[in-house]
């Protein structure tokens, strides 16, 4: 499914809307869905309408698509880029071994509470 043209896929123009985008993909999932269709490569042209109605029914995407040919993290400006709460689920994570996690993992036994004071700037 490599460089895609998203539109081609659907088969509608690049300035199509919102609804001709739906109407499009609805027509052609009907004529594609795996359980459904009798063609060979039906459940590979269907994850491919998914992709392209993925990006070209949300209108944020969608743009980004139109600029730089593609969704990927990374492009437009998002280098680097991640969701700063990320960082919680990573610190959260990683106290399971000091006896703050789930009661399945090993690691050392419960001692004496830590403090630590961290900063965090966004």
Known sequence: MADNNYYGVLGVSKDASQ???????????????????????????????????EVLSDPQKRSMYDRFGTVKPGMGGFEGFHDPFDIFSEVFSNLGGFGFGSSGRSGPRRGRDIRSKLTITF
């Open 19 to 53: 609804d001709e985008v739906k109407q499009a993909y609805r027509k052609l999932a009907r004529k594609y869905h795996p359980d459904v269709s009798q063609e060979p490569d039906a459940e590979e042209k269907f994850k491919e309408l998914n992709a392209a109605y």
